[in-house]
């Protein structure tokens, strides 16, 4: 394992190299967040050629820009990091914004990442064109072919607001545009939603604010991030089939919090894990201190009132709609935005049955800390590209033929998938052999090119 060292300083355009050599025979990663870089070292450790674009000035992605100034991992730092690379022991259980970006930083400088990433460099149009390969052109107009396109873009920027009935006159902002505990100071706010974030923003509005109230269309499952001092996620094991992680995590729920009708709240209608799960200690701490009431979904907006379905009417001066966010693939035609609701149409996680040469990475809500997942991810998904290459059907055709269903929920049971990995990975040889199986059934494949 390499060891970590945090460099404090902040790393701009001026620090990377002018890539200016041909690009046909190279991978294109879009986004350098935690996912894009994960899959960028994973693909330098295999010998592909690559470059990488981030459309922000630094990389780090939701890390560096898109949270709030008090957020910290919700899953253990064990679970997050990745594998190969340690954090720092003098971190906490739960690293901050802060140190989530500072080690991002220092994992890009420890496998010289740098040197083949592009920042300020935002893709606004991709397509395929002759011979299997892509065109993409960029913010600034310019036009490069690549080999293939891997797409790490996130999937916490495309706000999803609710539709409201009426004119609000306060503020409504989405939870993407709250940083920090000044927006709340002093102000009466309701928080719309039952995730993470949501719970979070009413926590800090409960102690800075003149009144938190919280809008659930339903019950949620409050889970404590920890129990008897240890993160929950490090109390889950890999053997553990999904209905016995399930039980536990009900009766730690039980032992910590107790019951939802001790916080007026009735109990929620759907099973653990069925959801993306809401860690949070401290909205049912807040309850019972008379800091953060629940109220049920909002009816209508009038001036600065807001009427919810129970017909009851309170006034607010911010409402924070932490409603979630869209999968989108903004530079793609509509032919290649394979997603329905949101799940993303592939094979494998990343992969799809017409098209050679684009995967899609990272759009799965994954119950537990993403850079274990990559970690054991990118290697095989280099070896899934070096076969590519040695077949002229795309690879999701392969899976598809193989049997793989597409799937039916972005979200996933880390240690299942963990799981799989390691099948897939001790299988590899027999997934070679399918392979130009299948690619000798169509000897005239070609991607079709679209405008």
């Not at 064990?78 to 500072?102: G, L």
């Not at 793609?332 to 040469?357: M, N, W």
């Not at 795309?394 to 929920?409: A, Q, R």
Request: net charge positive.
């Amino acid at each position: 394992m390499k060891s970590i060292q945090i460099n404090q300083n902040n790393y701009t355009q001026d620090s990377n190299p002018q890539i200016k050599d041909s690009t046909s025979d190279k991978q294109l990663v879009i986004g350098a967040g935690f996912v894009g870089l994960g899959m960028a070292q994973a693909l330098k450790q295999a010998g592909i050629l690559y470059h990488q674009v981030e459309a922000s000035d630094n990389i780090g992605g939701n890390w560096y820009h898109g949270v709030y100034q008090s957020a910290h991992i919700i899953s253990s730092k064990k679970v997050t990091q990745f594998t190969h690379f340690p954090m720092p022991e003098t971190y906490p259980d739960f690293p901050s914004a802060q140190q989530m970006w500072d080690y991002l930083k220092a994992f890009t400088d420890a496998f010289n990442l740098w040197e083949n990433i592009e920042l300020n460099k935002t893709v606004n149009y991709i397509k395929p064109v002759a011979n299997n390969l892509w065109e993409v052109t960029f913010n600034d107009e310019e036009k490069r072919i690549y080999k293939g396109i891997i797409i790490c873009n996130g999937h916490h920027w495309c706000k999803r607001f609710p539709e409201f009935q009426g004119k609000f006159s306060g503020k409504i902002i989405h939870s993407k545009d709250y940083k920090g505990a000044q927006q709340l100071q002093e102000k009466k706010v309701l928080v719309i939603g039952g995730g993470n974030s949501a719970c979070d923003i009413a926590a800090e509005a409960g102690r800075v604010g003149y009144k938190s109230v919280l809008s659930l269309r339903e019950s949620v499952w409050f889970i404590p991030k920890s129990f008897a001092g240890i993160p929950l996620t490090d109390l889950i094991s890999g053997w553990m089939p999904e209905w016995f992680q399930r039980l536990i995590t009900y009766g730690i729920i039980r032992l910590t919090f107790g019951k939802h009708e001790y916080y007026g709240m009735s109990t929620p209608k759907y099973r653990i894990f069925e959801k993306h799960p809401t860690l949070n200690n401290e909205v049912p701490y807040y309850i019972k201190h008379g800091r953060i009431r629940i109220k049920p979904v909002v009816k209508s907006l009038k001036d600065q009132y807001v009427e919810f379905i129970d017909g009851s009417q309170e006034e607010f001066d911010l409402i924070v709609c932490a409603t979630g966010y869209h999968v989108s693939y903004p530079f793609l035609p509509s032919e290649l935005h394979r997603v329905k609701g949101s799940i993303v149409q592939c094979y494998a996680g990343s992969f799809i049955e017409d098209y050679k040469g684009i995967y899609y990475i990272g759009w799965g809500q994954a119950r537990g800390g993403v850079g274990s997942l990559i970690s054991a991810y990118g290697p095989i998904f280099a070896r899934c590209l070096q076969l590519q290459d040695e077949i002229n059907v795309p690879l999701g055709l392969v899976f598809k033929e193989m049997g793989l269903s597409l799937p039916n929920t972005h979200l996933s049971d880390p240690h299942h998938t963990l799981r799989q990995l390691k099948l897939l990975k001790f299988l590899f040889n027999l997934l070679v052999k399918k392979a130009h199986s299948v690619d000798s059934k169509y000897p005239e494949f070609c991607n079709k090119i679209l405008k």
